[in-house]
């Protein structure tokens, strides 16, 4: 299934790993701010653009840790990606003459898995190592293995590897999932594109960015469509073209401001933001009594009024789109704290995700966690200066959002896994007026 080429695979040792944020909390945001591209959709589009030889060009890319891994993956198994200018970046799949993901880009970043459905369809084979990626929780890819072989592939696991081929072509098929899975449905909506015959994807995932990949698949030519709120058919086609695209803003990044002003009684304004992609987190807003308001593409946020009228608590329970995102769970866990009574959180999709609230603990968060799914949490509670560390991505950036709330000053180890996922995120805070800075661990 592979020539004898030799594995060659590089990963600079990065002074990042080893990065702090030191945060002096108690300050008002203040200002405007850029919402940067969607990670989940860049990481996607990128996968995508391997369905044909021709060049395709994106733009709002965010300059994150995924992106820039991402990029490294498809240059080792021969695809040409650049990257010309900031935000911009061009791929050519070619002939692609290395069709193996091996274990060390698994274990930086789950989203590798995405390149299963389009390397299997363009070239019918590939091998790909069993992904890592954030501790959340379980987060199996046999719904992925399933919705393959639904489409004809031959699928066998060895080693921690997939060696997955299709024989002459794909076929389009019927892929029932037994539960939502975001990039399941991606996986399975990108083979299908080059599959003979047509293709029902349901329950089909619901997330803004899935449609943002279906548009691009359309510029591409592809023939592919959300009939029904959750389900995806698609036709297949023989070959695609290049095309340009820019990414949809990032929702999640986009919550994560709306959160930072409310928790520092700031008043901040987000500019290019994907208004109406995040409505349950603005239902949430409402209830416990932080001003949004939304326009074209920008958001405002005023939490100025709280120094008088303190949040309200309330209960939240994630569910995938268009209910509460899970990545948004840690970020709404920090504004409980300052709601006054008591909230209870329950979250359905990932069993571990909870765990980062013992370092919100360590900052004087009363918090409860009975089990895996569920926590108490009781407010409002002054947040101080304390040395923590990141676990993840979203709690990473929740726990910056705890140190701008709190008093004193707030060290948190394991930086790098925020740059996975943001943009300059200390240069934008920094902007609205926060004390923050990232150093070496040690200085």
């Known amino acids: ?27 008002r945001l203040e200002g405007s701010v850029r919402i940067s591209g969607a990670k989940n959709a860049a990481l996607k589009l990128m996968a ?18 995924d992106v820039r891994v991402l990029g490294e993956v498809l240059r080792d ?12 970046y061009e791929v050519a799949g070619g002939d692609a003459e290395w069709l193996f993901v091996p274990l060390e880009a698994a274990a930086k970043m789950r989203a590798s898995f995405i390149l299963l ?4 369809t363009r070239f019918g084979r590939v091998i790909i190592s069993n992904p890592g990626g954030d501790r959340i929780g379980r987060r199996p890819v046999n719904l992925h293995v399933d919705a393959m072989r639904a489409l004809g592939a031959e699928i066998e696991y060895r080693n921690g590897y997939y060696f997955a081929k299709a024989p002459g072509r794909l076929r389009g098929g019927r892929v029932t999932f037994p539960q939502i899975t975001v990039m399941g449905t991606e996986n399975a909506m990108l083979a299908a594109t080059l599959a003979v015959g047509h293709t029902i994807i349901e329950p ?16 591409m030519g592809a023939e592919v469509e959300r009939t029904a709120p959750n389900r995806i058919e698609v036709e297949g086609r023989r070959r695609l073209r290049g095309a340009q695209h820019a990414v949809v803003s990032d929702r999640i990044e986009a919550g994560t401001f709306v959160v930072a002003a409310a928790v520092t009684h700031g008043r901040v304004t987000l500019e290019n933001a994907p208004c109406g992609h995040f409505d349950a987190l603005m239902e949430i807003m409402s209830k416990v009594g932080v001003s949004v308001s939304s326009g074209k593409d920008t958001v405002e946020v005023d939490a100025t009024a709280a ?4 949040f309200k608590s309330c209960d939240i329970e994630t569910q995938p789109y268009p209910g509460l995102a899970t990545d948004l769970q840690p970020a709404t866990c920090v504004l409980l704290t300052q709601a006054a009574g008591v909230s209870h959180v329950t979250e359905t999709i990932f069993e571990d995700r909870l765990e980062w609230l013992s370092e919100l603990r360590r900052m004087g968060a009363q918090v409860e966690i009975p089990d895996q799914r569920h926590a108490t949490i009781h407010g409002p509670t002054p947040l101080h200066g304390a040395e923590v560390e990141i676990g993840d991505l979203r709690a990473g950036a929740s726990l ?12 948190i180890r394991g930086a790098h896994h925020v740059h996975r996922g943001y943009e300059k ?11 923050i800075e990232r150093t070496a661990e040690g200085k």
């Open 117 to 120: 459905g389009p390397l299997l």
């Open 400 to 411: 910056i959002l705890a140190a701008l709330a709190a008093e004193g000053v707030t060290t």
């Open 77 to 88: 198994i021969g695809v040409t990606v650049d990257h010309p200018e900031p935000n911009v």
């Open 48 to 65: 995508a653009a391997t369905l044909t030889g021709e060049r395709c060009r994106f733009t709002n890319v965010p300059e994150i840790e």
């Open 204 to 219: 089909a995932a619901q997330e803004p960015e899935i449609d943002d990949l279906i548009a691009f698949l359309q510029e």
């Open 425 to 435: 995120i200390d240069k934008k805070f920094l902007e609205l007026g926060a004390r």
């Open 307 to 310: 120094d008088l009228h303190p």
């Open 1 to 27: 299934m592979a020539d004898a080429r030799p594995f060659h695979w590089e990963f600079k040792p990065e002074e990042v790993d080893r990065e702090v944020f030191r945060i002096e909390g108690g300050r």
